[in-house]
């Protein structure tokens, strides 16, 4: 008797549709290369950027190496002073303690905040070794290693593309980001480099914020109605 090969999970065959109709209604929306921080620049990018629109973390993340000079000088600093440099933020105290905590344990496991060891060693080693920073879980780990200069295969998954998946049934109701990351990168198609993972993520964000919303799902006019199982059917 031969062995069976598992079947392939029909969610790669849903994530490429998705991909394709995200790019017919939105365009392309690809990260130039010039773009692209270093995994120091995009950790404190997502440390400070609770609740805040990505354009104001953007900027404080370059007012705080501006102002300092060097990730070591802001892991240095007051955090009232920190706090003032953040105050673009949502939470500007909170943003500033969470900070200054995660620079000093950097510091103290690598002598300086510095993550270039993290090109060395492979994509879920270097999240686990993140993740074990104060402050950092799975939306910022991925963050780092997918959209800074590592440009590693590894999905980001903030509150709209959460929210999204759930609703099309890609994850369970009630996952959170750990678990839909946990679903979701194994069935991803295989030919996804980390770029498209960095578009397809991109895309969503733009989904959530027109068509998905939180409160208002505009099921009718949204481009993914024929994969997504909240989405009401015709007659
Ligand atoms: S069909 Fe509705 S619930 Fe499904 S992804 Fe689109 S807007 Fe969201």
């Known amino acids: 008797m031969t062995a069976q090969l598992p079947l392939p999970d029909p969610r790669t065959d849903i994530l490429r549709r998705v991909q394709a109709a995200l790019v017919a209604r939105f365009g392309r929306v690809v990260r130039p290369a010039d773009k692209r921080r270093s995994p120091e620049w995009t950790l404190v990018q997502g440390l400070v950027g609770a609740q805040t629109k990505t354009a104001r973390s953007n900027a404080s993340t370059d007012t705080l190496l501006a102002t300092y000079g060097t990730w070591d000088a802001v892991a240095d600093a007051e955090v009232e002073q920190l706090a003032a440099l953040l105050h673009l933020q949502t939470f500007p105290d909170m943003s500033a303690r969470r900070l200054k905590t995660c620079l000093l344990a950097i510091r103290a496991r690598c002598r300086a905040v510095d993550l270039s060891q993290l090109a060395a060693i492979e994509t879920a080693a270097a999240m686990d070794w993140l993740e074990a920073l104060p402050g950092v879980a799975r939306k910022i780990s991925a963050q780092v290693v997918n959209t800074s200069t590592l440009d590693r295969p590894a999905m980001v998954i903030e509150g ?8 099309m049934g890609l994850v369970p109701p009630r996952a ?7 679903e979701l990168m194994p069935v991803l198609p295989p030919e996804w480099s980390g770029a498209d993972m960095d578009e397809h993520h991109l895309l969503l964000k733009q989904l959530g914020q027109s068509f998905c919303r939180p409160r208002q799902a505009d099921c009718p006019a949204c481009p993914l109605r024929a994969d997504c199982q909240v989405a009401p059917r015709g007659p």
């Not at 709209?160 to 609703?167: A, E, L, V």
């Not at 959170?176 to 946990?182: N, S, V």
């Open 160 to 167: 709209h593309h959460r929210r999204i998946m759930q609703r």
């Open 176 to 182: 959170d980001t750990t678990r839909c990351y946990d």
